[in-house]
């Protein structure tokens, strides 16, 4: 996928820090800007079978990549289940360039390495998490009816860095947490005279949650509660 390279951005958005004292001693006061740049990871699969006619309300793939909003967390650590969040930023309004975040240094180590998660397209849902990298993994978050077409694919990335102002920007590659289906059917080898009219499609038992990591195998956990039918079509 493309780079977004339009324009760059310096936002600092919200910022949020432990409420435990020590560990706010443990990093400066002053932020300390990090710009990153964003591209999207190509679909898993067989391409071959995407053909160039979009079905009705079928997404582009320049919309599939689309980042309306990006949420940046700052762990301390190096993505271990216990390492508790430090920053919290949400960028809204589409993202059309590089990003630059303002991230927390430690005090007693500089160059201690710093755990970055980024979640893209999924509002507001995050942007005031607190807790351990561990309950973001196991958070469940809710499937919108129209994610998609409204609030885009919802898509992750995590990056380990040392937090300085002197590094150029980080290039960060986004992966989709969505599977695409597509249903099509062809005629054309059907025996002379025959014809198929498909009068409904399905799809039974769908999640109807999601979270950042799998957590349960299967995924998600078999619960009646997060299961149900999508309408038919």
């Not at 560990?23 to 995407?50: C, W, Y």
């Not at 102002?165 to 002379?192: C, E, G, H, Q, W």
Request: charged share 20%; hydrophobic share 40%; proline share 5%.
């Amino acid at each position: 996928m493309s780079k977004y390279n339009i324009l760059q951005l310096l936002i600092w958005g919200i910022f949020a820090i432990s409420c435990n004292d020590s560990l706010k001693e443990e990093f400066d006061s002053i932020q300390t800007p990090v710009t990153f740049s964003f591209h999207t990871k190509p679909m898993a699969g067989d391409i071959g079978t995407r053909t160039d006619l979009l079905l009705t309300n079928e997404l582009s793939i320049e919309e599939e990549a689309r980042i309306n909003d990006l949420t940046v967390l700052q762990f301390d650590g190096n993505g271990n289940r216990d390492d508790k969040v430090i920053v919290v930023r949400y960028f809204d309004g589409g993202l059309n360039g590089d990003v630059t975040v303002g991230l927390m240094r430690p005090k007693t180590d500089p160059n201690k390495s710093q755990f970055i998660v980024f979640v893209a397209n999924t509002n507001k849902e995050l942007s005031s998490f607190s807790g351990t990298y561990g309950s973001l993994c196991d958070k469940l978050i809710a499937i919108q009816a129209d994610q998609a077409s409204t609030m885009g694919l919802v898509m992750k990335a995590t990056q380990n860095i040392t937090v300085t102002n002197s590094l150029s920007a980080i290039s960060i590659t986004l992966t989709r947490l969505m599977a695409k289906i597509k249903f099509t059917y062809d005629t054309t080898t059907l025996p002379v005279g025959a014809s198929f009219t498909p009068t409904r499609l399905q799809l039974f038992r769908v999640p109807f949650y999601y979270s950042l990591e799998t957590t349960s195998t299967p995924y998600p956990a078999v619960d009646p509660d997060i299961f149900s039918d999508y309408p038919s079509v």
